[in-house]
């Protein structure tokens, strides 16, 4: 009887870590989408590669690969081109660009 205490404790104890193991998993591979039309409002990993900046973007000088709030403060940047899911997007204006949270993209001035 004691034994199947036991292995009846031992079971739900991991049935219960494997739920709370598998919903941290799913919150941590959940990336939040880019709100479509209002750059402000993204928070998304660039994926830049080999993809040029074009638009506004495209005649400027690379200052480096960083996120849009370093590109402004510490890299004297006044656009940022980004690439995810394969759209680019090239943010002007040092108030968008401290606003728009993204990361890995490219700051150009």
Known sequence: MQLLRLTSRIVCGTLIIL???SSS??????????????IEKRRVACY???N????K????????IT??????EKRGGTAYWCVHKGEGVCVTGKKHMKKA????????A
Do not use: F, Q, W
């Open 52 to 55: 040029k900046p074009t638009g």
């Open 101 to 108: 949270d993204m990361e890995g993209g490219e700051c150009l």
């Open 67 to 72: 996120s849009t709030h370093n590109c402004v």
């Open 57 to 64: 973007c495209a005649d400027l000088t690379p200052r480096g």
């Open 19 to 21: 739920v709370i193991l």
């Open 25 to 38: 998993i799913a919150l941590a591979s959940e990336s939040p989408e880019p709100v479509e039309g209002d």
């Open 48 to 50: 830049n590669g080999d």
